[in-house]
């Protein structure tokens, strides 16, 4: 199996390094007889019907899917070798973790760190998210999990989201609860999802939906009973595909473009803005004060 370390280059001449031994080979994974790939690495999982054309990511960063850097950088790395790679048309997002999509951000990236490392990790979260969004890719989301904040914002940046029928999978931005703020572009997505007021609502309370709440605002397309979530998953993106590439692909650019050159044309202000907001004496103790309430939590 080969192992791949180097420089990933991201937007605006920036780099982020590759550290070793996160992506393991993807040429060498295994290549079955009826048309299934899957590629391996440490935290997110590939698997792939190339006759379909259709990949499934599965975050696999237990205990809680958050989004740290170490996983962020292969989550890039394989979006953009399936983005790369034309026999891919349809994306599916899961977990491999039971009961959690994803934490959202990794709170322990924003705390107690220093300014060149809050750079660093604000540029691989804008990175993913510009990724996501501007897919050329359908992007469903097989929400099998609790979706908070970042977690919520994957799942937003998809093109159809179906949420399993779980009252402990709640979804939503809850930056507010954190005395966090969720930044503008996490907003736009959400208010393009479930307009103006339901948005204003949901961000100014840190709402966590259940999933009948969720289907109820918008903020999901389906709520499926837990095992159906991938089936019905893999249904929808049947359905999306019938669609022809160039058409679609137009459409969801001329959807989504201008929410994207948003951040695109202001990114390094929006980095500058998230450092000084996050490196205050106060955030940083309402951030401890979090996650010092998580890990209390099971005591
Ligand atoms: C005005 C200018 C503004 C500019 C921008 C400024 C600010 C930036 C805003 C940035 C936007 C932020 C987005 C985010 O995503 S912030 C993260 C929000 N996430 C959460 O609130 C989720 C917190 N976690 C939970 O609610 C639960 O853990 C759970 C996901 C529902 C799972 O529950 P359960 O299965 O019971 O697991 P535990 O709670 O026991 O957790 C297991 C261990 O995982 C640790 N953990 C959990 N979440 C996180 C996380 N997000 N980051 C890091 N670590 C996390 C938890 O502490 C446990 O650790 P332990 O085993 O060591 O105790």
Redesign the pocket.
């Given at each position: 199996m080969a192992l791949v370390a180097g420089r990933k280059t991201f937007a605006a001449g920036k780099t982020l390094l590759l550290r070793a031994g996160v992506w393991l080979g993807a040429e060498a994974a295994a290549r079955g007889g009826n048309g299934a790939r899957r590629f391996v690495s440490q935290r997110v999982l590939v698997e792939s019907d190339v006759t379909a054309g259709i990949a499934t990511i599965k975050f696999k960063n237990p205990?809680?899917n958050?989004?740290s850097l170490e996983f962020l950088t292969e989550f890039i790395i394989c979006l953009e070798k399936l983005e790369n790679d034309k026999t891919y048309r349809g994306l599916i997002l899961t977990s491999d973790c039971p009961?959690?999509f994803s934490?959202?951000?990794?709170?322990?990236e924003?705390c107690g760190k220093n300014l060149a490392h809050y750079a660093e990790y604000w540029r691989a979260i804008q990175e993913t998210w510009l990724k996501l969004y501007l897919s050329n890719m359908v992007l469903v989301a097989a929400i099998n999990g609790?979706s908070?904040?970042?977690?919520c914002?994957m799942a937003l940046s998809s093109d159809y989201r179906v949420l399993a029928d779980n009252p402990r999978y709640r979804i939503g931005l809850?930056?507010t609860?954190?005395g966090?703020?969720?930044?503008f572009w996490?907003k736009d997505v959400l208010v393009n999802t479930i307009g103006h007021r339901a948005a204003e609502h949901a961000l100014q309370l840190g709402l966590l939906f259940q999933p009948t709440e969720a289907l109820q605002v918008g903020m999901v397309d389906q709520v499926v009973p837990e095992d159906q979530v991938q089936s019905t998953a893999l249904s929808v993106m049947t359905e999306w595909l019938a669609i022809p590439d160039h058409a679609r692909q137009l459409t969801k650019s001329m959807m989504r473009k201008a929410t994207a050159d948003n951040l695109i044309k202001q990114r390094e202000a929006d980095i500058q803005?998230?450092v000084s907001?996050?490196s205050r004496d106060s955030i940083q103790k309402s951030l401890q004060v979090?996650?010092e309430k998580?890990?209390q939590?099971?005591h």
């Open positions: 205990p809680v958050s989004l009961g959690i934490a959202g951000l990794d709170l322990r924003m609790a908070p904040a970042g977690g914002l809850n930056e609860l954190l966090i703020v969720a930044p996490f803005n998230f907001f996050v979090y996650l998580l890990k939590k099971k």
